[in-house]
């Protein structure tokens, strides 16, 4: 189960409270004075804001809760897109005083997308200006109509706030429950209409039915400070939920890697979601990428700490240790195809420099393990060799020159950040290098096809070649093959013509060949290495970009405005200025709403000049809307 939430909102006072009541814990802890399970980092208790996400478990009855507590922070969101892959429900916290706030929206966006059964806490109804009504109104217009509020809070603003849920029989909640039910049952709604009751027992195994389907969103409050309506919400986690699997617990393990982390003497731990099969200590398991490793140990979560167990099963929680490759959004069986991502890419990237020249091989160590943790940070190493991470924003950016200090004693400094492009196809490339060629010094033969694809696709590996020229001898399967050659291609993908990354493409391999004993004599002997085709891929990639040419795109943001209907002119003046498309403007009393298409390269100073644009009234919200070429021949990557 995970919790998510908008920053703030009270995600990890929430996981403390669920770990309390289910005795795992003796006394809550607290945020404030650093005292929390799951902000365990030194950095998340000095700042007070979760930076990585962190699982805890406990029990309800015979079922065990893995609780996945998320950081809320918009810098953070890759976290957040891990975990989402691995759910089988989750509580959305909102704030009973702030209500529905920008990354709730993106949020809940993403879980209705993937249908993940999803529960509604109005958290801090015991401060000051708590509003439950209007958050459940704010909820109903901004995020989705289908909620079922399943009690009431009374006493609001005051540390004896209290969530009461209504009583299954009660003749009014069961009215709601049957109308909310309607929308998407027509037999119940006819059945009501003529005058057919349902016992509660049934109406409320609909709505766990329909909360399981992503359909229907039970709304609880409370306060995670004070505990009030926790007890309630658990009963609906252990009622509403999905309950245990069936799961396959035989067959082929297959699970994902939500989280890498790091432990005391620098090894590698693997968080993992198993969906099937069972996976023991010293069993290899084949990665994502054609990486692959063997489990030294595995752990479970029980009774407060990870403890040693003898394997990991379907539907659990589990540490592994051992896997030196992994990287975090690793999958194994099944589950071993890269994950899809539900939110966008960063969109910046920030040399960065050790203080002391001495450290810098030392810092690119230290970022090559950052990035295992974290690919989006994406550390790679320019031309004269100095180290560059691709960043979501500021706070991001200060958190990784804080890991690097605190946990590496690496002093840093960043250059100003800059927008990262991306370059496309203008149309199909081909190239081929066949072997025992003046050109080709290597003992093997690749050709291949890349066609632009859809914006968004991302790249696409696929073979159109006769399995018998594949070099099976030299890995173990087709599958294998096509891993390695896929990493190859990403990798030389990785930098186009002027120095971004080439995207939204699909390439085919149309011919492969190698040596064989009846093949032609060669000095180097006849048969290729792995690393031929390592060498090879490069040479072939480069050659057919050149041949399809490429387009420099810069990310795109859909923006809304919500800014006192005086100020909007200034704003429109702004936006203009930088050419910004209009999608939208509405305006309803004196506040006025402005959609638009933003280059990204221009959020930074919207952020900065809207406060003073509208007396800090002005509120910003930005979703990142893919690429757009750039006019002309666009930026080259600063080298
Ligand atoms: N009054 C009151 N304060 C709360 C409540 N829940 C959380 N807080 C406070 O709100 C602040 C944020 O709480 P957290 O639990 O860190 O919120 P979070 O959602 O985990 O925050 P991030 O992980 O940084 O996104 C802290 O100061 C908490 O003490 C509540 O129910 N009532
Ligand atoms: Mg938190």
Redesign the pocket.
């Known amino acids: 189960m995970g919790i998510l939430?908008?920053?703030?909102?009270?995600?990890?006072?929430?996981t403390e409270r669920l770990l309390h009541l289910a005795g795992v814990i003796d006394e809550p802890g607290?945020?404030?004075s650093g005292t929390?399970q799951t902000?365990s980092l030194a950095l998340e208790r000095r700042r007070?804001?979760?930076i990585k996400s962190a699982v805890v478990a406990f029990t309800l009855d015979d079922l065990v809760v893995n609780v996945i507590?998320?950081?809320?922070?918009p810098d953070f969101i890759a976290e957040v897109e891990r975990v989402l892959g691995v759910l089988d429900g989750c509580v959305l916290?909102l704030s009973a005083v702030e209500g529905v706030q920008p990354q709730t929206r993106i949020l809940m966006r993403a879980l209705q997308r993937l249908g993940v059964p999803t529960l509604l806490f109005v958290?801090?109804?015991?401060?000051v200006g708590a509003d439950v009504d209007a958050v459940l109104e704010a909820v109903r217009t901004r995020l989705t109509p289908a909620i079922l509020p399943m009690g009431t809070a009374a006493g609001l603003g005051a540390r004896s706030a209290a969530f009461t849920a209504y009583a299954d029989h009660d003749r009014a909640f069961r009215e709601r429950e049957t109308v909310a039910l309607a929308e998407h049952d027509d037999a119940l709604l006819e059945a009501w209409l003529d005058g057919e009751d349902r016992t509660p027992d049934q109406l409320m195994s609909l709505v766990a039915e329909q909360t399981r389907a992503g359909d229907l969103h039970p709304v609880f409050a409370?306060?995670?400070?004070?505990g009030a309506g926790v007890p309630e919400l658990v009963a609906g986690i252990a009622r509403l939920l999905p309950g245990p699997h069936d799961e396959c617990v035989g067959g082929e393990p297959s699970g994902r890697v939500f989280k890498v982390d790091r432990g005391a003497a620098g090894e590698k731990v693997a968080y993992v979601r198993m969906f099937a099969g069972t996976l023991r200590a010293r069993q290899r398991v084949e990665l994502t990428g054609g990486r692959s490793g063997k489990v030294s140990g595995v752990e479970v979560f029980r009774d407060g700490r990870w403890t040693r167990a003898a394997e990991a099963h379907a539907g659990q929680v589990a540490r592994l240790l051992g896997l030196a490759a992994v990287r975090v959004g690793d999958g194994f069986g099944t589950s071993a195809r890269a994950e899809d991502h539900h939110f966008p890419p960063p969109t910046l990237e920030a040399s960065v420099e050790a203080c002391d020249p001495a450290q810098r091989p030392a810092l690119r160590v230290a970022l090559a393990q950052l990035a295992d943790q974290d690919p989006l940070i994406a550390a790679r190493t320019d031309e004269n060799g100095r180290p560059t991470v691709s960043l979501y924003g500021r706070v991001q950016q200060e958190v990784i020159a804080s890991t690097l200090a605190d946990e590496h004693g690496i002093e840093v400094e960043f250059s100003e950040a800059s927008v990262l492009h991306v370059e496309r196809l203008r149309r199909v490339g081909t190239s081929i290098e066949r072997f025992n060629t003046p050109t080709n010094p290597y003992w093997a033969t690749i050709g291949l096809r890349l066609a632009p694809a859809a914006p968004g696709s991302g790249v696409v590996f696929d073979l159109d070649v006769p399995l018998r020229d594949l070099p099976l001898f030299l890995f173990t399967s087709v599958e294998h093959f096509t891993a390695v050659m896929e990493r190859h291609v990403a990798r030389a993908l990785s930098r186009g013509p002027s120095g971004w990354e080439v995207t939204d493409c699909r390439v085919t391999l149309t011919e492969t060949a190698y040596a064989s004993w009846d093949g032609p004599p060669s000095q180097r002997g006849p048969l290729p290495t792995a690393l031929d085709f390592r060498k090879l891929v490069p040479v072939v990639v480069r050659q057919a970009v050149a041949d399809a040419t490429t387009q420099v795109c810069e990310p795109v943001l859909m923006v809304s405005l919500e800014v006192p209907t005086r100020d909007a002119p200034q704003l429109l003046t702004l936006l203009g200025r930088w050419g910004t498309e209009l999608t939208g403007q509405t305006s309803s009393g004196d506040l006025t709403r402005i959609d638009a298409r933003l280059l990204a390269a221009h959020l930074h100073d919207l952020q900065h000049q809207l406060p003073d644009l509208t007396g800090g009234e002005g509120v910003l919200e930005s979703r990142f809307d893919g690429y757009q070429p750039v006019r002309g021949r666009g930026p080259t990557r600063r080298r």
């Open positions: 939430a908008h920053v703030d909102a009270g995600k990890t006072t929430l607290s945020v404030d929390t902000d007070g804001i979760t507590d998320t950081p809320g922070h916290v958290n801090k109804i015991d401060r409370g306060s995670a400070a004070t």
